[in-house]
């Protein structure tokens, strides 16, 4: 999944980026309204969190303009104050969801996974293909009843390949779903990631390279 935290002060900002990362989620970050719009202007966004108050452009007019260009990205406004009329009002602008900080962490990440199931086909919940089944809430593998432990991008990468349900999914897809913006995208790291992820899953393979498309499972 891809988010883009958008979030004036710093040390929250990060915060949250980190705290995403370490839930096997796809990260970039803006500090500013301005920021914001440039990225979404290039990258397709799962999950835009996005706070009212910012600097450069203000929140509610990236939520408006986003809205307008019938973006496909969920956005998950955040606030100071958690009145109604306020929540109203952010959700009148466009916004999936609403909340007010201060927050409780683990209700940001559920309320992000959330829109993220939102923002592409409906899919169960639990993912389950070829004798593997991945919780992403639970954050469990199993192939054939036996856990597996994944790292982070293992994890996201088996995560896009369930989800395409047997499609192809390009190595550019995977960078872009499990890594973020300051990723090479001439390194290898697909490629390593993949031979590990294959290792772990163990005989049969069932992870099939299409040569010069991608990878499907």
């Not at 835009?48 to 990205?73: K, M, N, T, Y």
């Not at 609403?98 to 639990?126: D, H, N, Q, T, W």
């Given at each position: 999944?891809?988010?883009?935290?958008?979030?004036?002060?710093?040390?929250?900002?990060?915060?949250?980026?980190?705290?995403l990362r370490?839930?096997?989620?796809?990260?970039?970050?803006?500090?500013?309204?301005?920021?914001?719009?440039?990225?979404?202007?290039?990258?397709?966004?799962?999950?835009?969190?996005?706070?009212?108050?910012?600097?450069?452009?203000?929140?509610?007019?990236?939520?408006?303009?986003?809205?307008?260009?019938?973006?496909?990205?969920?956005?998950?406004?955040?606030?100071?104050?958690?009145?109604?009329?306020?929540?109203?009002?952010?959700?009148?602008?466009?916004?999936?969801?609403?909340?007010?900080?201060?927050?409780?962490?683990?209700?940001?990440?559920?309320?992000?996974?959330?829109?993220?199931?939102?923002?592409?086909?409906?899919?169960?919940?639990?993912?389950?293909?070829?004798?593997?089944?991945?919780?992403?809430?639970?954050?469990?593998?199993?192939?054939?009843?036996?856990?597996?432990?994944?790292?982070?991008?293992?994890?996201?990468?088996?995560?896009?390949?369930?989800?395409?349900?047997?499609?192809?999914?390009?190595?550019?897809?995977?960078?872009?779903k499990a890594?973020?913006?300051?990723?090479?995208?001439?390194?290898?790291?697909?490629?390593?990631?993949?031979?590990?992820?294959?290792?772990?899953?163990?005989?049969?393979?069932?992870?099939?390279?299409?040569?010069?498309?991608?990878?499907?499972?």
């Amino acid at each position: 999944m891809r988010v883009l935290v958008v979030e004036d002060e710093r040390v929250l900002a990060d915060a949250i980026a980190t705290g995403l990362r370490r839930e096997a989620m796809a990260v970039d970050v803006a500090y500013d309204g301005g920021g914001a719009l440039e990225r979404t202007s290039y990258i397709d966004y799962d999950v835009i969190v996005l706070d009212r108050d910012l600097p450069v452009v203000h929140g509610d007019e990236v939520c408006r303009r986003l809205v307008e260009q019938r973006s496909a990205s969920r956005i998950l406004m955040l606030t100071a104050s958690g009145d109604v009329d306020d929540k109203v009002e952010g959700l009148g602008l466009g916004a999936d969801d609403y909340l007010a900080k201060p927050f409780v962490f683990i209700e940001l990440v559920a309320r992000v996974r959330a829109l993220g199931r939102r923002s592409a086909p409906a899919l169960p919940p639990v993912l389950e293909r070829a004798g593997i089944r991945l919780d992403p809430g639970k954050r469990l593998v199993e192939r054939d009843g036996r856990e597996i432990t994944l790292t982070k991008k293992e994890f996201a990468v088996l995560e896009e390949l369930l989800r395409a349900e047997g499609a192809v999914v390009s190595q550019e897809d995977l960078l872009d779903k499990a890594w973020d913006e300051n990723i090479d995208p001439f390194t290898n790291v697909v490629r390593v990631t993949m031979m590990t992820l294959r290792k772990k899953l163990g005989d049969p393979q069932v992870i099939e390279t299409v040569p010069g498309v991608g990878y499907k499972l």
